[in-house]
T-cell receptor, first 116, second 112 residues
Framework: GAVVSQHPSWVICKSGTSVKIECRSL??????MFWYRQFPKQSLMLMATSNEGSKATYEQGVEKDKFLINHASLTLSTLTVTSAHPEDSSFYIC????????????FGPGTRLLVL | AQSVTQLGSHVSVSEGALVLLRCNYSSSVPPYLFWYVQYPNQGLQLLLKYTSAATLVKGINGFEAEFKKSETSFHLTKPSAHMSDAAEYFCAVSGSQGNLIFGKGTKLSVKP
């Protein structure tokens, strides 16, 4: 199979703190990972594209300094929400591809962030 | 630029009835098209994908979709709905960066 995990699945934090979310490809090497954000009853919106060993490419309107992405290895990408505020509360989902030219993305189970 | 339009944010069918979820796409290049299903508080599971091979694509759980270039459509169907099919369904088209561009989703309800 092609399994992607995310940790944690749920996180509640105080406003102003930073939260790190991990995305791991468990049984394959992922040269490319994507981070999406989903608001309640809405679709997924791409935040950034992460390639192993290089800087992430952020979508327009996504603050690079607020949403730090690190793709340090072929099986791990992290998203850090810095100085989180209540408006950052959302469902964050990552996905991974086996290679840049592979068309199929495999999604993690998502992380629900609630900022109080 | 690529985009996806899903007609109907909510579709309700009776158990055993035909399921039809509509998706139209716009793409400046030959598209790759996908259908994903999402259960509450979970990630997305791939149902099926079209990658320029056969226009009728069969997926998991009895779902299938037909790529119609002339209609720029990729509608999802299942002959007989099951209670376990109740979920949110997303149609997506591949973007220029290898990402996915999603439609707004269609919530499928199945009545007993």
């Amino acid at each position: 199979g092609a399994v992607v995990s995310q940790h944690p699945s749920w996180v509640i934090c105080k406003s102003g703190t930073s939260v790190k979310i991990e995305c791991r490809s468990l049984d394959f090497q992922a040269t490319t990972m994507f981070w999406y954000r989903q608001f309640p009853k809405q679709s997924l919106m791409l935040m950034a594209t992460s390639n192993e060993g290089s800087k992430a490419t952020y979508e327009q309107g996504v603050e690079k300094d607020k949403f730090l992405i690190n793709h340090a290895s072929l099986t791990l990408s992290t998203l850090t929400v810095t100085s989180a505020h209540p408006e950052d509360s959302s469902f964050y989902i990552c996905s991974a591809k086996r290679g840049p030219y592979q068309e199929t993305q495999y999604f993690g189970p998502g992380t629900r962030l609630l900022v109080l | 630029a690529q985009s996806v339009t899903q007609l109907g944010s909510h579709v309700s069918v009776s158990e055993g009835a035909l399921v039809l979820l509509r998706c139209n796409y716009s793409s400046s290049v030959p598209p790759y098209l996908f259908w994903y299903v999402q259960y509450p508080n979970q990630g997305l599971q791939l149902l099926l994908k079209y990658t320029s091979a056969a226009t009728l694509v069969k997926g998991i759980n009895g779902f299938e979709a037909e790529f119609k270039k002339s209609e720029t459509s990729f509608h999802l169907t299942k002959p007989s709905a099951h209670m376990s099919d109740a979920a949110e369904y997303f149609c997506a088209v591949s973007g220029s960066q290898g990402n996915l561009i999603f439609g707004k989703g269609t919530k499928l309800s199945v009545k007993p």
